[in-house]
T-cell receptor, first 114, second 110 residues
Framework: KAGVTQTPRYLIKTRGQQVTLSCSPI?????VSWYQQTPGQGLQFLFE???????NKGNFPGRFSGRQFSNSRSEMNVSTLELGDSALYLC?????????????FGSGTRLTVV | KQEVTQIPAALSVPEGENLVLNCSFT??????LQWFRQDPGKGLTSLLL?????REQTSGRLNASLDKSSGRSTLYIAASQPGDSATYLC?????????FGTGTSLTVIP
């Protein structure tokens, strides 16, 4: 079966711009979580969506937002990009809300802010 | 907040050797623990998910154990191969998110 699909794989944006990343979960998975990975901070939780509602949020500024559609696909948006937003953004899908079922990750979107 | 530590940070072994990667966590009230592999610049590949009721999980040459009471998990890799070279991360849940260790970078030398 198809895995978690993230698009695009690579992005280069200019400081101050905004960007939208997309994540399609495994068929039947209803929860999508987003993580940011940087060399300095490692993997940090951004937010989790389930049934089109944000259920949990990490410690990131309001410039980071997301949404989930009725087919469980999710988008993440970062506005007013800063150099420090350069990172690998990973989404993970899970059967249901919470951490009981484990995660399946996508290949990530590499965002570079110049 | 859950704190996750992985030791060693880096490991280099000759091909064929058996090896153990360690993961420790501070809050033992966990539902499960998951081990991942990450190749450079790529996403995370799930290796093993151990539920809190289990003590071990095996997949091929990989065996993961979980000791909740001591806040530890180990990933055992048997007969290592150059293709095993990657960063290995453990993930421990707390609240409604996973907390990740900083990983062990493994190099298997042919």
């Amino acid at each position: 079966k198809a895995g978690v699909t993230q698009t695009p794989r690579y992005l280069i944006k200019t400081r101050g711009q905004q960007v939208t990343l997309s994540c399609s979960p495994i068929s039947g998975h209803r929860s999508v979580s987003w993580y940011q990975q940087t060399p300095g901070q490692g993997l940090q939780f951004l937010f989790e969506y389930f049934s089109e509602t944000q259920r949990n949020k990490g410690n990131f500024p309001g410039r980071f937002s997301g949404r989930q559609f009725s087919n469980s696909r999710s988008e993440m948006n970062v506005s007013t990009l800063e150099l420090g937003d350069s990172a690998l953004y990973l989404c993970a899908s899970s059967l249901s809300l919470g951490v009981n079922y484990g995660y399946t990750f996508g290949s990530g979107t590499r965002l570079t802010v110049v | 907040k859950q704190e996750v530590t992985q030791i060693p940070a880096a490991l280099s072994v000759p091909e064929g050797e058996n090896l153990v990667l360690n993961c420790s966590f501070t809050d033992s009230a966990i539902y499960n623990l998951q081990w991942f592999r990450q190749d450079p610049g790529k996403g995370l590949t799930s290796l093993l998910l151990i539920q809190s009721s289990q003590r071990e999980q095996t997949s091929g040459r990989l065996n993961a154990s979980l000791d909740k009471s001591s806040g530890r998990s180990t990933l055992y890799i048997a007969a290592s191969q150059p293709g095993d070279s990657a960063t290995y991360l453990c993930a421990v849940p707390a609240g409604n998110q996973f907390y990740f260790g900083t990983g062990t970078s493994l190099t298997v030398i042919p």
